[in-house]
């Protein structure tokens, strides 16, 4: 799978070079986590839902760093990199279709647009979940500083866009074992990693992983925008 | 005739009209003694997460307040009612003794808590369970709207 660096032999090149930098793949398992315990905390007896909420500041501090990363990041987490037109889309798919899809190193045209999808299915349900009321004696963090028709449609929401977020990350997880399995190119060892076998890639390679110092501002930036945020809005940040 | 068959119609239409109305104002009513509920859940609700500092009296207030409206919310859900603008579902009149029983059960835990709850420990200890009622009722007869 994945060839050890072999830095002796300075005159052969590495195997494999790099695909997603740190702040990347932990953002993106850290995700898949947290939106795992979003569901689990709901369902198994968290009762007065604190885990949950404060689970979900979690995920809406991670998505903020997603959206940061992609403005700033290494390159194939910029959005400016792998969000390509409708054509590129569309050739993609019948190269897919023909079984011949050229190797991407980042998303490929496809894949892009599927992870723009998540980011904002994800951030819908969180978003709505900040308004959330269960009518008994849970009141997420923006229920106090809107009316009872606002935080009634909210919480509406809240239970209608996760059906929606299931099945987009049923095609996410389906889609990925397949390319993975069935394919040639292993992208769930790749999102682990952040290595890929050389090969021809039809984006730029190897990718610029992004700066830690960047990381580390984007992610100061994320926790003040969501704790700040509320607190500004008049909520409490603290559920 | 005609004179006859139109006096017949308007008395008709009088009729489902005053049903219509006393639908919606059934509705209405047991939507307002819900909102009640709420009101008076929310404030104990901080209590419980420790938001707010307890407050005896508030407790009891919330507690008579269910004790009260349990059991005038139970001939609010007459069959046929579940029409129109409400989250009432329809299994309610599939499982009605059920549903009673719920609100019977609430009245009866709210009244016993009423005389157990004493001071803060006694609240945490005891209201949660009590209000549990209300998550067990709505996951299975109310709309998720
Ligand atoms: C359960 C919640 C999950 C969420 C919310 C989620 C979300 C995401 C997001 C937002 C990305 C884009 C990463 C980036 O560009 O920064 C991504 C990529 C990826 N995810 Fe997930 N994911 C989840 C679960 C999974 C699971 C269970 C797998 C394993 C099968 C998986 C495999 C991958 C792979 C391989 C990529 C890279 C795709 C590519 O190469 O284009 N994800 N995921
Ligand atoms: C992407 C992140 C999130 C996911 C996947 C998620 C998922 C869910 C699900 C599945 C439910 C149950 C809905 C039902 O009963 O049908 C729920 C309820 C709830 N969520 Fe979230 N949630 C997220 C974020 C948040 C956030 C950020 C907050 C607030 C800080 C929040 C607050 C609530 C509350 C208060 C409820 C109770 C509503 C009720 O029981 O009727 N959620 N959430």
């Known amino acids: 799978m994945d060839a050890p660096l072999s830095r002796s032999a300075a005159t052969t090149p590495p195997a494999t070079v790099l695909a997603w930098d740190l702040p990347t793949r932990i953002a993106k398992w850290l995700l898949a986590v947290l939106v795992g315990l979003a569901f689990a905390s709901r369902y198994c007896g968290d009762g007065a839902l604190v885990w949950h909420q404060w689970n979900g500041l979690a995920i809406l501090v991670v998505l903020v760093f997603r959206v940061l990363w992609g403005l700033v990041g290494g390159s194939t987490a910029r959005f400016s990199r792998f969000l390509r037109g409708p054509g590129a889309v569309l050739s993609y798919g019948v190269a897919m279709l023909r079984g011949r899809p050229p190797h991407f190193l980042g998303h490929n045209p496809a894949g892009g647009w599927m992870v723009i999808a998540l980011l904002g299915v994800v951030g819908a349900q969180a978003l709505t979940g900040l308004f959330t009321t269960d009518d008994i004696a849970v009141y997420a963090p923006l229920t106090n500083v809107v009316s009872d028709e606002t935080m009634a449609r909210a919480s509406a929401w809240h239970q209608q866009i996760y059906p929606i977020l299931l099945l987009l990350l049923g095609l996410h997880v389906a889609a990925n074992l397949a390319h993975s399995f069935l394919g040639s190119d292993n992208l769930i060892a790749a999102m682990i990693t952040g290595r890929k076998p050389r090969g021809t890639f039809a984006d730029r390679d190897p990718a610029t992983p992004g700066s830690v110092a960047r990381a580390v501002g984007c992610l100061v930036v994320a926790i003040a925008t969501v704790f700040g945020g509320i607190a500004l809005a008049g909520g409490n940040p603290f559920p | ?145």
């Not at chain 2, 819900?34 to 508030?58: C, H």
């Not at chain 2, 409400?86 to 009149?93: F, R, V």
Request: overall charge positive; glycine content about 8%; hydrophobic content about 50%.
């Open chain 2, 1 to 145: 005739m005609r004179l006859r068959l139109a006096v017949f119609a308007a008395f008709a239409s009088a009729l489902a009209a005053t049903a219509v109305m006393a639908q919606s104002d059934v509705i209405a009513q047991r939507e307002a003694l819900m909102k009640e509920f709420g009101r008076a859940t929310r404030p104990v609700g901080g209590m419980l997460r420790g938001g707010t500092p307890f407050d005896l009296a508030a407790v009891q207030s919330a507690l008579d307040v269910y004790a009260r409206n349990a059991k005038a919310l139970v001939p609010l859900f007459p069959e046929g009612s579940g029409g129109g603008e409400t989250e009432a579902l329809p299994s309610i009149w599939q499982k009605k003794a059920e549903f009673d029983g719920l609100f019977d059960k609430f009245a009866a835990d709210a009244t016993a808590a009423r005389a157990a709850i004493t001071d803060e420990a006694s609240f945490k200890a005891i209201f949660p369970g009590v209000i549990r009622t209300c998550g067990t009722c709505h996951d299975s007869f109310r709309k998720k709207s």
